[in-house]
């Protein structure tokens, strides 16, 4: 499998490169704020059917509550706003209109053909389960873990314990990492870090940070990192690794921390390390 080389400038690399390596023109954003997005988004709510009611939080402005038929749900649109901003070539309006139905229309059919396995925090796995919702998961190494998911067509949705009633974990894994690899051609890599590269999933960058998982993937990158690689995860959509040694790591860490200043789709701030085959923390 080869990975296609591809400038990424909609990415919002440009941003963290100049936090850390050189100085870049600021974007302005689509929106004025996000009280202004949040009061379009609660707006499109307040047009869907079976939409009781729709309340801004007094306290945030990137939250408000819609009650249903089904009940009340928090939304927050700090992911979604950080998103169109940050891709501004992306269609806003369907995105909008994708995230409105996953919350009014969630239809969840949860089977083999949808299972993804996604990479998340421990503590996001641990706020999860303290909220009452037995999602199905288990250790990644060092602090990080495999979270499966169903890739639907609105949005991802966790995937339960009682979704998979009479399955063991094995089988689960290999179905969501069956379809994490129908992905492997559509992953896309930058090289302009020189010490480092940039990978993503075209089309479905959500799983970027997934490949860390396949073995195939590893395989096709081992003419760049033939040996151990360092691993940055500071965003959900986002697989940055580096060449392992220890004079990189400063810079790898200054990126971390710029993409967490930007606050957009973060994952973790850790920076990780693949050695011997197998995931942990540097700490050093």
Same mark, same amino acid.
């Given at each position: ?90 269609? +806003? ?11 009014? /229309? &969630? #239809?969840?059919?949860?089977?083999? =053909?949808? @299972? ?115 691993? +940055? ?11 392992? /040694? &220890? #004079?990189?790591?400063?810079?790898? =860490?200054? @990126? ?29």
């Amino acid at each position: 499998m080869r990975v296609e080389r591809r400038g990424i400038l909609g990415m919002g690399l440009l941003a963290v490169l100049g936090a850390c390596w050189r100085p870049v023109q600021a974007k302005l954003p689509a929106y004025a704020n996000i009280a202004e997005f949040r009061a379009i988004i609660m707006a499109a709510f307040k047009k869907e059917p079976g939409v009781v009611s729709v309340t801004a939080d007094p306290s945030d402005p990137a939250k408000f509550q819609v009650v249903t038929g089904a009940g009340p749900v928090t939304a927050d649109v700090t992911n979604i706003y950080g998103y169109i901003n940050a891709y501004p070539e992306e269609n +806003a309006e369907k995105i909008v209109a994708n995230f409105v139905s996953s919350l009014v /229309r &969630p #239809e969840r059919k949860v089977d083999d =053909r949808n @299972l993804v396995a996604v990479i998340r925090t421990k503590q996001y796995i641990d706020q999860i389960l303290a909220g009452g919702l037995n999602v199905l998961h288990e250790s990644a190494g060092a602090d990080l873990a495999i979270l499966y998911m169903a890739d639907l067509p609105d949005a991802m949705s966790p995937v339960m314990a009682n979704d998979m009633p009479g399955r063991d974990l094995a089988s689960v894994r290999k179905a969501a990492l069956n379809n994490v690899e129908q992905w492997l051609p559509k992953v896309v890599s930058d090289g302009q870090l020189g010490d480092g590269v940039l990978y993503y999933v075209e089309g479905n960058t959500m799983l970027s940070t997934s490949l860390i998982l396949l073995d195939d993937f590893w395989k096709s990158v081992a003419g760049r990192f033939p040996g151990d690689a360092l691993i +940055a995860l500071p965003r959900k959509d986002q697989l940055f690794l580096f060449d392992d /040694r &220890p #004079e990189v790591r400063a810079g790898v =860490r200054r @990126l971390i921390n710029a993409t967490m200043e930007d606050n957009f789709n973060l994952l973790s701030p850790q920076l990780y390390a693949r050695r011997a085959g197998k995931i942990v923390a540097v700490t050093d």
